[in-house]
């Protein structure tokens, strides 16, 4: 059982503040995913819970008890970094097993361990190999195995795939949630790579200039962004966000921008009650939709992917565009006039100024 809170931990290199106040608290068994672009903080939150650098201010918790004057061993975490760093003379088994050799355990204990570990993370028959003979997966997992064995509270992965190419890093987030699916361990996992957090995670904790700004299911950060900034980050395509004004006239309610103009329900008018501030639309490509009423537009690109097509919409010199997902294999092409609409369903609005989500149209 292991509960991970941060409590405004700063962290100070010089002038520059690389934690900025992090607020977090993780539960027991929860797989969360610190989440964010280069330079925000990921890694040294990671590193200030692991105990590998020492916070300027802030408390860090582990089941209720202040850490913050422990050692990494005696907070009982594990670590799996980018750089699998195994010891090359050594075989699998011996990178696996070499704690507890560490440890001086029984040579019996250590056999069964290894074993069990290894049938765990499939690597049985590559036991007697070195390094030099795995894969950059295999070598990953064996990095994972020698985790695994410690036994820890809490397990920290920081970026562990960024060294593998892209079919493998698929392969490997399903085998690391299955992983903790079956140990049901506390991980904390650091990547930049949204999509990778997202398949993988319980909770997101997305990180902006060493603070969280937004922590929450990847239903939540996807669905229900705080900001601007999260939208945009989360999410492939782009949430696309016009940057016009609410205008309620004898024509409804419309959303104007500089090039043209959508038309929203009426119901928005109630509930955002404030038409004067200026905010900023937001919408995902599967809200976007193409053909029957809607304003006219054109085609710019069209991008076919397999099960979808991504079909990016324009209008005369502009240089707004909207993208949106179509079922199959759109029979669309560049230049072709359409008609769009938005899903009241997906509209999203954000102020201006902080960047803040001021209303979500169909959810509170
Ligand atoms: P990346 O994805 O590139 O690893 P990150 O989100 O993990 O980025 P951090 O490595 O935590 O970001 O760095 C946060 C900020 O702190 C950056 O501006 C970085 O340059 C700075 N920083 C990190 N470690 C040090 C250090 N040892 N000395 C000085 N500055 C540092």
Known sequence: MATVELIDIVKQFGG???????????????FVTLLGPSGCGKSTTLNLIAGLDDATSGEILMDGSRVNDLSPYER?????????????????AENIG???????RPKAEMRERVASVAELLELTELLDRLPRELSGGQQQRVAIGRAVIREPKVFLFDEPFSNLDAALRVRMRTEVRELHQRLGATSIFVTHDQEEAMSISDQIAVMRLGK??????PEDVYARPASKYVAQFIGSPRMDILEGRLDASDEGLRYLTSETA????????????????PVDLGIRAEHIRLGGAGTPAIVRIVQPIGPETHVTIGWDNSVETLTARVPGIAKMHPGDKVHVSLDPDGLQFFDRGTGERVMFASGP
């Open 16 to 30: 520059i503040n690389a934690c900025d106040g992090v607020n977090l608290s993780i539960e027991d068994k929860a």
């Open 76 to 92: 009982d975490v594990a670590m799996v970094f980018q750089q699998y760093a195994l010891y090359p003379h050594m075989t699998v």
């Open 98 to 104: 070499f704690t507890l050799r560490l440890r001086k």
């Open 212 to 217: 969280v700004e937004q922590f929450g299911t």
């Open 262 to 277: 959508f038309a929203l329900p009426e119901l928005l008018a109630n509930r955002y009650g404030g038409l004067e501030n």
